[in-house]
């Protein structure tokens, strides 16, 4: 069988294509992002650094780590996704192949090992380029984490010979998942298609469909339901899930729910061209699916994560707002508390330093790990008055000596209680630390408020300032360091976040849009290279070829809006969890659903399908119609 | 080859029924035929030859109730080893569906089909694809050939799906029987249709089977080739006695073989036995009249 899959292979590797580039990237990403990943994890911090400087380099690889570690998931998850429409494309395709070797004699096994084998082959050519191509890529990638300031200049990942051995079975591993349920379905084929059409496509909804769609559709109602009911930090990590396995069950129930949404376009699709595009849409579910499926994933991706991150950012900057009670803000290098009393025209000040501390958590058989941890050291009297402070617990004033208010929010799971001691580490300071006061969640920080003593003598302060005329303290105090009215210091503080927020969506989706943009013009393509009889049989009719490209474009046109549509339900239901669980934690609702992102990325990918449908169909109606048609008996 | 002239110079019948036209002659002297001219011992008998394929009382019923078609209608018929019998009939007479059910490719909705002796009306996926191997071999109008093979690999397909090696020796012998061991590697886009005809009969005759069916094997061939192809199965069923169940719509092709059956609205209607191209083609006009 595996010879036969060889000479099917040779034959057929325009279908493949696609495939194949999908496995390589799929491959050169893992590789790539597993070497990174694990130069990232042993990198050593240079002795002779500042415990800030230390605590910043570590952070920095946590962030890469994180990064690449979605990377890898997301690779895997896209090329399986794929690589399994592209068989299941083929598979529909080779019906008639598939029926006659059943008919000479072929046993369901064998037809599976057939498809298995070939897949086999496209891993093992994926792998041994994606090998090549990973190469470049980690330099790439070295260079934008770099770029981000996750890593210091200079950082590489370095070769490991293993990760040979790992490309090598993520290639075949991804193929071989890809074509699990497209091998299955072509050991269904009966021997009797060979002789006459069967009607396939009556039965794009399989009993898997149906169940595996019901299971995902199942799984994100039950999250859906969670989100309200878990609340607060939990339900952040579960919202987002919520357009994985949404888009999924779209994705699986693709040719039920595709021409249930086409429905309303025959109100727009009008006279013959229209129709005709309209009744392709429908008639050919499994088209339809296979092209909407990738930019339902897309945009489900690209707007959701977009979104969690929009609403986020959106809701910390309000969070500020709303708690900052000062006109100005005040960033000096170094105390310069004493000369601000002094200065005319001013009212209440609160100092407020950034202290880095060790703090000892639980790892889970009886020890202590320190995990270096930010806080801010403040006057609380001063702090309260400058600031809003819903203390939940406690009592903020009695923040003095070996004390620490601390939000539950940082660690849910260890239920911080009002009397609690914090073992810590702190330069000079004691070790440890007695819970005065429970803070509110937060997103935007701080988590740990410690009194004035721990103040260092030196380094950067910051001074919320409240004044009758802000703009004459503002510029009596410019020589103490910078100056931002509030607001401006709260937009600043948020367009700091949103850009460092926007640099790992950009590499994050900017592979997924890779990917994507693959797998429509895979589908376009794979279906236009079946349709030269179908296009014939129009022309002979008496469309123009013109015409026949119009309705395929139509056709392709309404497919994308589709998949638009679905996939930015699928992001709907994500940011509509992040924005509850947001408000749940800090009273603030502030859903931020990027339009401008999702008119682009509906746009780009209109432009990308419209295009290769256009080419494709232009391609396939070279030949004069009634050579096709002639030709077909 | 509708419309055309068939090689002794008669127009070929028209295929369609006229509208509105049913048939339903009386079936007493059709139906008992088969046991009462044709008779063989009972299978069961020791010692005696089965035919290789029978039929009995085989009904095929499509659609549901409402809309239920009866393709094939109560049909008994045995196929003898080592004959060729052709079936025609009108389209939608079922002849098709006819070779369907007895090559167990169709479910029969009532009845008994064996082949070679075995009962194949409920046997299993895995023992009709075992039977498919071994004792059935099958050639269609368009030739089905596996485009990415070479007629060589095509021809030892059936053998290797079985798991044997297939020795080139029985494949170049094959496919000599059939004129084509100076084709043997080409792919079937460099083949005539005819060739590719033949390579097809090649691979269904590699695996030496019962019985051999053909759907309009010569459906899609001109008149020389389909001549070819047809003194070939003749040769086949003289020299090696091969039996061959045949669908055709060609009263030439239904000529050459042994008997011919005649299919009306799944009943069996009529019978010749070695006819000639005309006398067929006046059997089957009064058919369809």
């Not at chain 1, 559709?217 to 899930?241: Q, R, W």
């Not at chain 2, 045995?78 to 169709?106: D, I």
Request: positive net charge.
């Amino acid at each position: 069988m595996l010879g036969m899959s060889w000479s099917t292979f040779r034959d057929r590797w325009p279908t493949f294509v696609g495939a194949i580039v999908t496995v390589c990237l799929g491959v050169a990403l893992v590789q790539s992002s597993l070497l990174t990943l694990v130069s990232a994890a042993t990198a050593t911090v240079p002795p002779g650094l500042s415990p800030a400087e230390e605590r910043a380099l570590r952070d920095g690889y946590a962030g890469a780590l994180s990064l690449l570690g979605m990377t890898l998931g997301l690779s895997v998850f896209v090329a399986v996704f794929i690589v399994s429409s592209t068989f299941a494309f083929t598979v529909a395709q080779r019906r008639r192949d598939l029926a006659l070797l059943r008919l000479t004699g072929a046993g369901r096994g064998q037809v599976r090992t057939l498809l298995v084998g070939e897949a086999l082959l496209l891993g093992t050519v994926g792998s041994a380029l994606g090998a090549l191509v990973g190469l470049p890529v980690m330099r790439l990638q070295a260079a934008m984490l770099c770029g981000f300031g996750f890593v210091p200049a200079g950082f590489a990942g370095q070769w490991r010979s293993w990760v040979l051995a790992v490309s090598a079975g993520t290639g075949v591993g991804i193929a071989v998942l890809g074509v699990l349920a497209a091998s299955r379905r072509a050991s269904r084929v009966r021997p009797l298609e060979a002789l006459r059409d069967v009607g396939g496509a009556a039965r794009v909804m399989t009993a898997a469909r149906w169940v595996v769609g019901t299971i995902f559709l199942a799984g994100s109602v039950a999250l859906l339901v969670l989100v309200p009911a878990l609340g607060g930090e939990a339900a952040l990590p579960l919202s987002i899930f919520v357009s994985f396995t949404l888009v999924t069950a779209f994705a699986v129930l693709a040719p039920l729910v595709v021409p249930l949404v086409s429905w309303p376009f025959g109100l727009v699709f009008r006279g013959r061209l229209g129709t005709l595009a309209h009744a392709n849409l429908r008639a050919d579910v499994r088209r339809s699916a296979s092209t909407a499926a990738p930019i339902m994933v897309l945009v489900a991706f690209v707007v959701g994560m977009a979104g969690t991150m929009g609403t986020l950012t959106e809701a910390s900057r309000q969070e500020v707002a709303r708690d900052l009670r000062a006109d100005l803000v005040l960033d000096a290098d170094r105390p310069v508390g004493a000369r601000l009393a002094g200065v005319p025209g001013i009212g209440a000040v609160s100092e407020e330093a950034p202290v880095v501390f060790d703090l000892a958590l639980d790892d889970g058989d009886g020890g202590l790990s320190y995990e270096a941890t930010d806080g801010l050291a403040v006057d609380p009297a001063a702090y309260a008055r400058t600031h809003r402070t819903a203390v939940t617990a406690g009592d903020l004033a009695d923040l003095r000596g070996a004390s620490i208010a601390v939000s539950p929010g940082y660690a849910p799971e260890l239920r911080w209680r009002v009397g609690d001691t914090l073992p810590v580490r702190l330069d000079g300071g004691p070790d440890r630390l007695r819970v005065v006061a429970l803070l509110p969640d937060t997103l935007a920080g701080p988590y740990f408020l410690l009194p004035p003593e721990f103040m260092p003598d030196a380094g950067p302060r910051r001074y919320a300032v409240q004044a009758a005329d802000p703009p004459a303290v503002a510029g009596r105090l410019a020589a103490l360091g910078q100056v931002t009215g509030a607001e401006q210091w709260i937009d600043a503080y948020a367009d700091d976040q949103q850009r460092q927020s926007l640099d790992v969506m950009v590499a994050l989706l900017g592979m997924a849009m890779l990917y994507t943009v693959l797998a429509m013009v895979n589908a376009v393509v794979i279906s236009a290279s079946d349709r030269r009889g179908e296009f014939a049989t129009a022309r002979v009719t008496g469309l123009t070829r013109g015409q026949v490209v119009r309705a395929a474009l139509g056709e392709s046109l309404a497919v994308v809006v589709i998949g638009v549509l679905l996939g930015a339900l699928a992001a709907a239901g994500t940011v509509a969890g992040i924005a509850f669980a947001v408000e749940d934690m800090i009273g603030i609702s502030a859903a931020s659903p990027p339009w401008g992102l999702l008119g682009a990325v509906a746009l780009g990918a209109a432009l990308v399908v419209g295009a290769a449908s256009v080419l494709t169909t232009l391609a396939a109606t070279r030949t004069p119609a009634i050579r096709l048609v002639a030709a077909r008996e | 080859m509708e419309g055309s002239k068939t090689p002794d110079g008669t127009a070929s019948p028209t295929r369609k029924m006229p509208a509105g036209v049913t048939d339903r002659r009386p079936r007493a002297g059709w139906n008992g035929y088969v046991d009462s001219k044709v008779s063989y011992p009972p299978v069961e008998a020791p010692g005696a030859v089965a035919p290789a394929v029978e039929l009995h009382g085989v009904t095929r019923v499509y659609g549901a109730r409402g809309a239920a078609v009866r393709a094939l209608d109560g049909v008994d018929i045995s196929f003898p080893v080592g004959s060729w019998t052709a079936v025609m009939g009108p389209s939608g007479s079922g002849k098709s569906t006819l070779l369907h059910c007895a090559a167990g490719l169709e479910r029969v909705t009532a009845g008994r089909v064996r082949v070679a002796g075995r009962d194949i009306t409920d046997a299993s996926d895995a023992e009709l694809t075992r039977l498919r191997r071994t004792v059935m071999g099958f050639v269609f109008q368009s030739f089905n050939l596996i485009g990415s093979l070479t007629a060589e690999q095509n021809v030892a397909m059936p053998l290797r799906l079985a798991g044997r090696r297939p020795p080139r020796q029985v494949v170049r012998d094959v496919l000599a029987a059939v004129d084509l061991a100076d084709r043997a590697r080409h792919r079937p886009a460099e083949l005539s249709g005819g060739q590719q005809q033949r390579v097809a009969i090649a691979r269904a005759m590699v695996t030496r089977p019962a019985v051999l069916f053909a759907d309009e094997p010569t459906g899609a061939l001109d008149t020389r080739s389909a001549r070819t192809v047809l003194s070939m199965l003749r040769a086949m069923v003289d020299t090696s006695g091969q039996t061959i169940v045949m669908v055709t719509h060609d009263p030439a092709a239904a000529a050459s073989a042994d008997r011919v059956v005649f299919l009306g609205d799944g009943r069996l209607v009529d019978r010749l036995d070695r006819p000639s191209t005309r006398q067929v083609a006046d059997r089957l006009a009064r058919w369809e009249e």
